[in-house]
């Protein structure tokens, strides 16, 4: 039962344009997400977060959106540059576990062409 | 400062051999997590402990794997009886908490 999906699992994107990655759950228990970034031989880097009780949390070239009654988020990358390419995992949890157990989707790899 | 560190980087070993995973969390951080990630998945949860007690085991996958923190701070992790199936890289995270999941390097287990 995958819970937490990313159905991309690469994405090409040219250097300065956006890059938009996307993001499904089912579970409606879910009130905090986050997206990570991993490069080879490397552990995740934490990128941006957002809680339920918001739509949108931007830092810097990174947003993130969050459609609950869609299941659905995004993190968008404005402009994209090549350090950007990597593999990114979104991942859920809940309030109600003190955020303890994150759920990940199984990452979208990101490529950004120069 | 320093981040979460995990000994040893890569770890190669016989079926049926006893292994322990080390992680030294950031500073400070109370909560401490192990995941393990197999090739084209996301990170898979394992445990998670709150100081000394682990405040969630649900993701281990059978008695042959244990974790401990005996003083809230460092941990370890004990797979008995390895098995081929358990090849992969166990990565530890800390946080405080509510808060972001910090991740070190992991570990890359590989059984023979």
């Known amino acids: 039962d995958q819970q937490v999906k990313q159905n991309s699992p690469s994405l090409s994107v040219q250097e300065g344009r956006i890059s938009i990655l996307n993001c499904d759950y089912t579970n409606s228990m879910f009130d905090y997400f986050l997206w990570y970034k991993k490069y080879p031989a490397e552990g995740p880097t934490f990128l941006i977060s957002?809680?339920?009780?918001?739509d949108k949390n931007e830092d810097g070239r990174f947003t993130v959106f969050l459609n609950k009654s869609a299941k659905h988020l995004s993190l968008h990358i404005v402009p994209s540059q090549p350090g950007d390419s990597a593999v990114y995992f979104c991942a859920a949890t809940q309030s109600g576990t003190s955020y303890g157990k994150l759920t990940f989707g199984q990452g979208t790899i990101l490529t950004v062409h120069p | 400062g320093a981040g979460v560190s995990q000994t040893p980087s890569n770890k190669v070993t016989e079926k049926g051999k006893y292994v322990e995973l080390r992680c030294d969390p950031i500073s400070g951080h109370t909560a401490l997590y192990w995941y393990r990630q197999s090739l084209g998945q996301g990170p898979e949860f394992l445990i998670y402990f709150q100081g000394t007690g682990a405040a969630d085991d649900s993701g281990l996958p059978n008695d042959r794997f244990f974790a401990v923190r005996p003083e809230g701070s460092v941990s370890t992790l004990k797979i008995q009886r390895t098995e081929r199936g358990d090849s992969a890289v166990y990565l530890c995270?800390?946080?405080?908490?509510?808060?972001?999941?910090?991740f070190g390097p992991g570990t890359r287990l590989t059984v023979t």
């Open positions: 957002i809680s339920s009780i918001k």
């Open positions: 995270a800390s946080s405080l908490t509510p808060g972001p999941q910090y």
